[in-house]
């Protein structure tokens, strides 16, 4: 069983910076993909930022130029650096993984707050 484990969440004044972390349990190469997603309250979860293992990334437009995803493939994490937050960046942050197959994995999810 695949486990995700997100950490680096917290509280940020707008304008700020943040790095999330999604360590997997198993070598990231064994994923087709990574990525985060977030969902803010009464919204549908999004993506953020996705990475391939030909490291291929894409973003959504609102983070475009403000937040990065890169990936140690030595210690089988994925991060999220977000920069210029802003209080609309609020949401809880989920780390996915897909397999080559399609099976998806998801994180526990870590809460990001920016406060203006």
């Known amino acids: 069983q695949v486990q995700l484990v997100e950490s680096g969440g917290g509280l940020v004044q707008a304008g700020g910076s943040l790095r999330v972390s999604c360590s997997a349990s198993?070598?990231?190469?064994?994923?087709?993909?990574m990525g985060w997603y977030r969902q803010a309250p009464g919204k549908q979860r999004e993506l953020v930022a996705r990475i391939t293992s030909s490291e291929s990334t894409n973003y959504a437009d609102s983070v475009k130029g403000r937040f990065y995803i890169s990936r140690d493939i030595v210690k089988n994490t994925v991060f999220l650096q977000m920069n210029s937050l802003k209080p609309e960046d609020t949401a809880v942050y989920y780390c996915?993984?897909?397999?080559?197959?399609?099976?998806?994995?998801w994180g526990q999810g870590t809460q990001v707050t920016v406060s203006s």
């Open positions: 996915h993984a897909e397999s080559f197959r399609g099976d998806p994995y």
């Open positions: 198993r070598s990231i190469f064994s994923f087709n993909a």
